[in-house]
């Protein structure tokens, strides 16, 4: 039997996780004051009244907020969440139990770093959830920073609904019985698989002008392999006959997508959704968002609708109104939005999601915190894709396995338990499994040699990518 490896501490020299708790927390918690400070400039009420009321206690999380970062950079210890707290923000009781049964009181520089992270933002939320107004209990205080980076992936985004548009007509032709048009849908599915993956990479193949027979052709062949080269772990062959299969067995195929960053992210889970539900590889798509501001960019319910009104607004996107760009865009958005009104898309959200609680807990024998819920909801789908590297951290417990270990292994009770899980990773944190033997050591050198003393952080950079599948056993 394979031992449980440790979690990642903020205490762990020279690891990303030091690097985030030392530089990087209060980076965030700065700009979260930064962005209040903006608010306050620009908010606007019934009345000169209302709007005081506003400002007054905008002021009032400006210093809470402040404070809060102090208690960072002095690496105190993590204190409970009180019970008028827990009350006010719905702070799930995890969180308390988790500090009054660990032995060695954590401090931000000696914390369990997934613990801690997500321990961060539901201290930050309870600041909002705190006050009378309304106006700051509702408010996003990361929405600002989602809405400029998506504004300024035009191109990525227009590029994307052209190349939507190109193919529309033809992927809602093929057929899943037919051997030829099995072979250009599964061609697909690893593009859209990847376009989902990278997010806003703008040099994938399927270029805005390819036709079908583009896309098979040699050249075609070539820019695959050019933009698989970087993804280290692919598993996509499988997770593609596991759904095929499903799409070709029953009327009824369910993909769950559980999120990770709103703006581009987002609008690529979005592309690879409605190319799943056009050619009927999936009758329905199931995508969990978060309950309240989370990671500065997690996707909240809300951000379908301000997705979709940013794509249909020529000031926020300028493709002028009778463009090929702006036809495109509102083609996709038309799109989109009847799914949605259709029940073929449809948002949720959860609080297990913005728990601490890492995916071992998606089991039918964890009956705190509905853990057992989520797992038999989840076991209703034919494929549940995990989307981004904190999803990746709590799927493989974010411990210190060895980076050849086993997916199966690292993943725990879901490799076991019914559910088909696809990880789609860009690799941005220390924790990383299933490699070859030899991989870790050949990255962690060529990385070396342009950063001294941080070759293993190949796997913090963005510059690699993971796609890890396990089915139904």
């Known amino acids: 039997m394979t031992s449980i490896s440790p979690r990642f501490m903020t205490s762990d020299k020279g690891t990303f996780g030091e690097y985030t708790a030392s530089t990087r927390w209060p980076i ?69 139990e988790y500090l ?90 690893k593009e859209f698989i990847e376009i989902s993956l990278w997010g806003n990479a703008t040099d994938l193949s399927l270029l805005t002008n390819a036709t079908l027979e583009d896309i098979k052709s040699i050249q075609g062949a070539k820019a695959r392999e050019e933009s698989e080269s970087k993804i280290v772990v692919n598993d996509t062959n499988n997770a593609w006959e ?103 898309l449809t948002f949720e959200a959860d609080s297990f999601w913005t728990t601490e609680l890492d995916y071992w807990n998606i089991d039918p024998s964890e009956t705190k915190y509905h853990g057992n819920k989520i797992h038999s909801d989840l076991k209703k789908s034919d494929l549940v894709i995990f989307k981004g590297d904190l999803n990746y951290r709590k799927l493989t417990g974010d411990r210190k396995w060895p980076r050849t270990t086993s997916w199966e292994t690292a993943i725990g009770p879901l490799a076991t338990n019914g559910i088909a899980v696809l990880s789609l990773r860009t690799c941005k944190a220390d924790v990383q499994v299933a490699l070859k033997e030899g991989v870790d050591e050949e990255l962690t050198k060529f990385w070396e040699k342009d950063h001294p003393g941080q070759g293993s952080w190949w796997c913090c950079s963005g510059k690699w990518a993971v796609i890890c599948f396990s089915g139904v056993n």
């Open 28 to 96: 965030i918690t700065q700009n979260a004051v930064d962005d209040i400070t903006k608010e306050i400039e620009w908010v606007s009420g019934s009345s000169l009244s209302e709007k005081a009321k506003i400002v007054e206690q905008g002021e009032i999380i400006k210093k809470q907020i402040a404070s809060f970062r102090q208690e960072i950079i002095d690496k105190v210890e993590l204190r409970k969440f009180t019970p008028e707290e827990c009350e006010i923000a719905s702070v799930p009781l995890s969180f308390n």
């Open 242 to 344: 596991t759904l095929l299969k499903a799409a070709t067995s029953k009327s009824e195929i369910r993909v769950d997508f559980v999120l990770d960053n709103s703006g581009f992210e987002l609008y690529a889970d979005l592309m690879l959704a409605a190319f799943l539900l056009q050619t009927k590889l999936a009758t329905k798509c199931i995508f969990h968002a978060k309950d309240m501001p989370y990671m500065v960019s997690d996707v909240m319910l809300k951000d379908f609708d301000v997705l979709v009104a940013d794509l249909r607004d020529r000031k926020f996107f300028p493709a002028g109104n009778d463009t090929k760009e702006a036809k495109a865009l509102d083609l996709f958005a038309d799109d989109i939005s009847k799914f949605h009104e259709d029940g073929k």
């Open 100 to 189: 009054d049964n660990i032995e060695e009181k954590p401090t931000w520089d000696n914390a369990e770093w997934l613990f801690s992270e997500i321990y961060l933002y539901r201290r930050l939320n309870v600041l909002f959830k705190s006050q009378p107004h309304q106006h700051w209990k509702q408010f996003d205080i990361f929405n600002d920073l989602k809405q400029s980076t998506f504004e300024a992936s035009y191109y990525g985004v227009t590029e994307l609904a052209l190349r939507y548009q190109n193919l529309l007509k033809d992927i809602s032709q093929l057929k899943k019985a037919d051997s030829k048009d099995q072979e250009l849908l599964q061609i697909l599915f």
